[in-house]
């Protein structure tokens, strides 16, 4: 292994080539040469990012409120729920709560994928409600750009192979480096079950970094339209308190991702952002690939929901809950 490929490692992909090597050896001696074999094979960019999300998200009002006391119901919800849901917010400041049940909703994604993708092996687990989006994504992907060495080379992790993790990273730095490439147990999204890294893998045996440009810009560019959100942009590592990672996406449903992307915010900022729509005050309505959602937040452990309909509830780790209702057409 040369030194500039190791300079390469150390300062890009570390997080998950790390997660990588420990459950299967090979995979570093696999990422040596890789890299030019992707350069060499690489095509022109796909579209600009935001000329999708313009085509795709109808509209995004700050100023909707379909939904009133009239046609809700308050429900009271008990302090775990506060935890759990597609919007939890998790880093470095603010830990998972593993809920008793949560092996109950994870899923081997070797078992359970779709075409157009790989995934590393039948370690990798993930939380089942991202499988009919992830499979949807890839398979997109694939006939878009007969692409097929994407893999999912991560997924859920428990808090102690998060530990060994990082404790391998601070070897090879110190503690505050090491921080900023690996999060601390209990403050990874991949303890969430709703986060995937992704790697490439060629048939001919070599893999290497999934860096988002390429056939494989595409999935960067579009991965909002399945509900998925490039959770650590290059100009939001002050606030994420991580570095760029073009391979690590996090599911957090159609209408929020649409959202996120749209302000150009990482999810830090946007859980605050939905602070200011109150249930009794204006509500953000966000109309996407066909269906218009209604969006609010409310303190506490109780919200108001639509007393008909579809609507979804999500904690956000914090103080509040997240309602999320689709308006009648
Ligand atoms: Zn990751």
């Not at 308050?74 to 998972?96: A, C, K, M, R």
């Not at 899923?107 to 991202?130: A, C, F, H, M, W």
């Amino acid at each position: 292994m040369s030194a500039p490929f190791l300079a390469t490692l150390k300062h890009s992909n570390r997080c998950r080539l790390r997660a990588f090597s420990l459950v299967c050896a090979g995979a570093l001696l696999f990422s040596g040469s890789a890299c030019s074999l992707r350069e060499l094979s690489a095509p022109p960019s796909s579209p600009a990012f935001s000329t999708s999300v313009e085509a795709k998200l109808e509209t995004l009002s700050e100023s909707s409120q379909t939904f009133t006391e009239e046609n809700c119901k308050l429900v009271q919800y008990p302090e775990s729920s506060l935890h759990e849901g597609d919007l939890i917010l998790v880093n470095n400041t603010v830990s998972f709560l593993f809920p008793d049940n949560q092996q109950d909703s994870l899923v081997p994604l070797l078992e359970q994928k779709g075409t157009g993708y790989k995934v590393k092996d039948n370690s990798v687990l993930v939380d089942n409600r991202i499988m009919d989006s992830l499979n949807t994504m890839m398979e997109d992907f694939y006939q878009e750009t007969g692409y097929g060495d994407v893999t999912v080379v991560s997924g859920f992790r428990t808090k102690e192979y998060q530990q060994i993790l990082l404790d391998r990273e601070i070897q090879q730095s110190d503690e505050e480096t090491a921080l900023k490439w690996v999060a601390k147990p209990g403050g990874s999204e991949h303890h969430t079950g709703l986060a995937i890294d992704f790697s490439l893998y060629h048939d001919n045996g070599f893999s290497s970094e999934y860096d988002g440009t390429g056939e494989t810009s595409w999935i960067n560019g579009n991965s909002w339209k399945y509900g998925f959100i490039l959770r650590y942009p290059e100009d939001k590592r002050e606030i994420t308190g991580i570095y760029y990672e073009p391979w690590h996406f996090r599911f957090v449903g159609i209408p929020h991702a649409a959202a996120i992307t749209k302000k150009e915010m990482c999810l830090e900022e946007y859980i605050d952002y939905l602070k200011q729509f109150t249930f009794e005050g204006s509500h953000l309505q966000i109309s996407c690939g066909g269906k218009s959602y209604e969006i609010w937040f409310e303190y506490g452990n109780q919200a108001h929901v639509p007393a008909e309909g579809n609507y979804t509830v999500s904690g956000n780790n914090i103080d509040g809950f997240i309602v999320t209702a689709e308006q009648n057409p």
